[in-house]
DNA sequence: AATGAGCGA
């Protein structure tokens, strides 16, 4: 590579400073005013004009009004508190919460004694490390082995089986901590998991809720989660909202997923919402075809 | 226009 001598020498960090020196912090700070509840904004600058005289820059905006109609009143209201902590100096219309550093321990409930859970379970794995290999995959619901995870299991949605967590008179006391990890006065259970507790798993109640998913499309990019979830919990109970997000850019792909607890309130919301104007697009809203495995 | 992330005894 060769140098150009004969070109001028760049002095490009000089252009804009050939008359004198730089008086700009004579002058009054720049003040941002609003938005206000009609996103307005209004921004006073102050500066020196080519004949050094101090001039005065008012600029008027209107910042895009976030999706409302949506919106509980509380939720508006909540959205006009003013902001603190470290999102102090958010604008309007950026992310609304902050992932907090605080660490925060949780006490788990567990009675004395109960942690002969991890020397069973630990003993298990060591037997099965022993007998060849791989750490063997064992269904903790249905107790499948080899085929799924817990997780996966397609009875996972379902209510547990009350006996596992309910505390059992002496008899079966011992068998019980062992399996369940749950035993002693101490330990909390549910109201819905006390004995004598109505139990809910009449045979429409057994599907699993993955089937009672509705997939939701053309949702305008900054519609988040809990938008969704605003949304559809009129219709009934939402065990799960879903918004795919881009990896890359961390946007909204602009469609979602909601599942219902109940296919019907998943039915009649697809009825009610596909076509529906929100956030200034047309909703489509239909039934999810199950994801791939 | 478009069918989801990640984790593990």
């Known amino acids: 590579m060769t140098l150009d001598v004969s070109a001028p020498r760049m002095r490009w960090g000089e252009l804009e400073e050939d008359d004198g020196e730089d008086l700009d912090f004579l002058l009054p700070p720049k003040q941002v005013i609003g938005p206000d509840e009609n996103g307005i904004k209004r921004v006073i600058e102050y500066k020196f004009d080519d004949a ?3 001039i005065k820059i008012t600029t008027t905006s209107r910042v895009r009004k976030l999706a409302k109609a949506h919106l509980s009143k509380r939720a508006i209201e909540r959205r006009n508190w003013p902001k603190f902590g470290d999102a102090v100096h958010e604008d309007v219309g950026s992310r609304l919460t902050m992932v907090s550093t605080e660490e925060i321990l949780i006490e788990r409930p567990r009675a004395p004694g109960s942690n002969q859970e991890e020397t069973k379970v630990a003993g298990d794995n060591l037997a099965q490390l022993g007998k060849g290999g791989a750490v063997l995959m064992v269904c903790r619901t249905c107790g499948k082995k080899g085929d799924h995870w817990t997780s996966r299991c397609p009875y996972k949605d379902l209510a547990q089986p009350t006996e596992t967590f309910v505390e059992k008179p002496a008899a079966s006391e011992t068998a019980l901590a062992a399996s369940a990890g749950a035993k002693g006065a101490s330990t909390y259970v549910p109201p819905s998991m006390r004995a004598g507790a109505e ?27 809990a938008d969704l979830h605003e949304l559809f919990r009129t219709f009934g109970s939402v065990s799960r909202v879903y918004v795919a997000i881009d990896q890359k850019t961390g946007m909204s792909r602009g469609f979602g ?13 697809i009825n009610k919402l596909n076509g529906y104007g929100y956030d200034n697009l ?12």
């Open 282 to 293: 047309i909703l489509r809203v239909e039934w999810a075809t199950p994801r791939a495995s």
């Open 199 to 225: 139990r809910t798993v009449g045979s429409d109640m057994r599907r699993r809720n993955e089937e009672n998913s509705v997939r939701v499309t053309n949702l305008s990019e900054d519609t988040r989660e």
């Open 257 to 269: 997923f909601v599942n219902f607890v109940n296919k019907e309130d998943a039915e009649r919301a």
């Open 52 to 54: 050094g005289n101090k």
